[in-house]
């Protein structure tokens, strides 16, 4: 289905937040397959119940991240399995991955549970949000909050404190937080929110599919720790 284009939230020259007509009644955690006319549909998180946040990467996303509000954007869902929302929970967040952790911290917060963020990116310009309470963010240079990465903050948390942890960003930053989780005893309440090349959606092409066989359009795009191996991350 076609929507119309309400608001576009510039962040920085290759980061928006762009806002339909239409509450498709997502999840957080859950993805909607999103194009332009003349150009690929790709997934993209929903970063609240009527948004997508994005990123400049590829021809498609630099299409959407100019688009102006009244465009018309093709969206089909929501897909996917969405997080577990549980209370007393730390979210883990790099980069653009801040994106489905946002819709579930405001339902969070709506629901009054105790959250905290760990939020790391290479600058403070990359930092999509910096109005998350309870939270220590993390840059590379130093420009904004801790200078240092995501992992050092982490590696530097009682991890024992929460009854659940969501994790999203780069596969890089994922397998090294896999592998200090794996010291974790709760380490079944960990859940990471996976990014892949998806063409359907729906899991019928293929093109998403893991080393351990599930899909993550159709068996995620969010799983818990014990579901999934480092190879898959």
Known sequence: MFVK???????????ATIYIN???????????MVNIPSYEEIPLSFSSESSFTVKAVGETTKELVNVKPGSLIGVRGPFGRPFRIRDNALLIA?????????FLY???????????IIYGAKSGEELVWK?????????????????????????????ENY???????????????????EGFSRAKLVEFSLERLMRCGIGVCGSCVLP??????KDGPVFSMDEIELNDL
Do not use: W
């Open 212 to 217: 351990s066989s599930m899909r993550v359009c």
């Open 106 to 116: 405001d339902v969070m917060s709506r629901l009054n549970y105790n959250v905290r």
């Open 163 to 181: 009854s659940a942890i969501y994790c999203c960003g780069k596969s890089e930053l994922l397998k090294k937080l896999y592998k200090i989780f």
């Open 22 to 32: 239409a509450n498709l009644k997502p999840l957080p955690g859950q993805f909607a």
């Open 5 to 15: 284009v309400v608001r576009v939230e510039k962040h920085s020259r290759e980061i």
């Open 94 to 102: 790099g980069g653009i991955g801040i994106a489905p952790l946002r």
């Open 131 to 159: 109005d998350f309470k309870n939270a220590v963010f993390a840059t590379d240079d130093g420009s904004f909050g801790y200078r240092g990465t995501v992992v050092d903050v982490v590696e530097k948390e009682n991890l």
